[in-house]
């Protein structure tokens, strides 16, 4: 599988970690304080070890690109969308449970989760960034790492997201350079 590589200092990257780090919690049942204590950057490393090590083709190897890019500590807004997420996980769950025909939160294979709460904390705590935006990025996370119609499922469910907050009578978009 070929990865698209975001720039390592714009917001699609940290989203990417985002996702990184909340899997990790999730298949772990860990909070982030306890996986950052644990070095989350050396995960694949060790799983992939043989084959990034011993490459005589690394630097065509999309893999060791891919998992190259985590070789630092995450920061910045990965840790601010990881915070927000364990803050009104449990607000987020809810709603992402409302939105959901025929289906339940905990149905949905962990990446999916991931990245639904992602889109979710976006739109309704992080005014900076326009739903719109944040609906986006997280269809492309769906299309990179999740299943065949993830990311069509993800469209559909962060659109009700916005559309309630919409309701509500929050604003549907906000102003921001993202």
């Not at 069509?152 to 962060?158: P, T």
Request: net charge negative; charged share 30%.
């Amino acid at each position: 599988m070929t990865y698209k590589l975001p720039q390592t200092h714009s917001r699609t990257f940290a989203r990417y970690w985002a996702l990184r780090l909340l899997y990790q919690q999730e298949l772990a049942g860990r909070n982030l304080e306890e996986i950052l204590e644990d070095s989350p950057q050396m995960l694949p490393q060790d799983q992939l070890e043989d084959c990034l090590h011993s490459c005589d083709r690394r630097s065509y190897c999309e893999q060791f690109k891919f998992f190259d890019l985590f070789a630092a500590e995450p920061k910045g807004y990965s840790l601010e969308i990881v915070q927000g997420v364990e803050e009104h996980q449990d607000q987020m769950d809810d709603l992402l449970d409302s939105v959901l025909e025929h289906w339940s939160l905990y149905r949905m294979p962990p990446v999916d989760r991931a990245i639904a709460r992602i889109g979710t904390w976006e739109i309704l705590y992080n005014d900076s960034v326009p739903d719109s935006a944040a609906i986006n990025e997280a269809v492309t996370l769906a299309k990179e790492f999740g299943g065949e119609d993830s990311s069509k499922f993800i469209n559909g469910v962060l659109g009700k997201v916005a559309q309630l907050k919409k309701a509500d009578g929050k604003p549907s978009e906000k102003s921001s350079d993202d």
